[in-house]
């Protein structure tokens, strides 16, 4: 055993023992700098979604793109991006156009991407949407929606609470994943007008539940019936008319109105009968009196004689002469 050896063993083996530890510090906060990467990821989900279904030749088509997390990790604080199309190449960069003469963008609570004339060169090519670290691509492709019947519980009433239901069963998903709650929308009843989308939310209650999607509206009013009420989620769109053919309470409240208005008005009208009969029985009984009183009053007054009146006037004596 030779202390030299020992030395430079010793030397040896604490000059790799410090170079571990200067290489693990940077590692350590690499590792460090990568979890709220990491966790971002699982805060921000992004997807986009076609909004002008079928596609029509000749005709604008819409791409959305959506980010759904916290809003600070997800669309509030991050740069939006487009890439793809028949060149795969960028597209946007936030509110930034590469090609202004082919695509407009939308850019609102969502993200979207405005292909002007779309052709057949624009279909069946990728498009991804990017949100910060988080991106969804996907292929384009001509689809067209399977539309079915909304169910309608409750009894349809004034004021009373009715449930429009989507079945999820009946939801095409073209085997992806959807992400989102759908849309709920309404017009009027066989209007060619636009459906507008339902933002009431004190009064219509979205909620999505094991089985399908519901819509409650609450106090139900005259402006929500003769409605067409639409929900539309991924490829499926739900339909159904609103009509109040029987209005229960409203009939009854309107009945009991009448009844009370009859009542006031029999009870008005019978006091007012009453009251003119008395009048006329007293006007009657007062009038016979003075008559009778004046028929008395003339009895008992005594017969004076006018002689002068009563005297006949006399003829005059006729002289006679002698002849």
Known sequence: MTFPDEKGTHHSTKRCSSKKKKRSIPRFFIVLSLIPVALSKEQCLVFWELRTIPIIFGVDVVLECMAIGQSKDCFGSRIFKWSGGPENDLISFDNRLLYPKKYRLIYTNTYSLVIKNVTTKDLNVTYACHCGFHNFEDVL????????????????????????FANKSKINEDGKKYYGKGIW???????????????????????????????????????????TYRFEYSLSVFTDDLIVVKNTHQEGKQTDVYVVIGSVIAVVTGVSFCSLLIIYKKWRSNTAKQNDGEIKAKVEEPFVRNTDIMKMPEEPEMKTSMI
């Open 185 to 227: 929308s309404r017009r009027l009843l066989n209007s060619t007008m636009e459906f507008k989308k339902i933002s009431d939310e004190e009064r219509f209650i979205e909620k999505e539940e094991s089985n399908g999607y519901s819509l409650t509206i609450t106090t139900l009013q005259p402006g929500d019936s003769n409605m």
């Open 141 to 164: 492709k001509n689809v067209s929606y399977t539309y079915h019947s909304l169910e309608i519980e409750g009894e349809v009433l004034w004021n009373a609470n009715i449930k429009l």
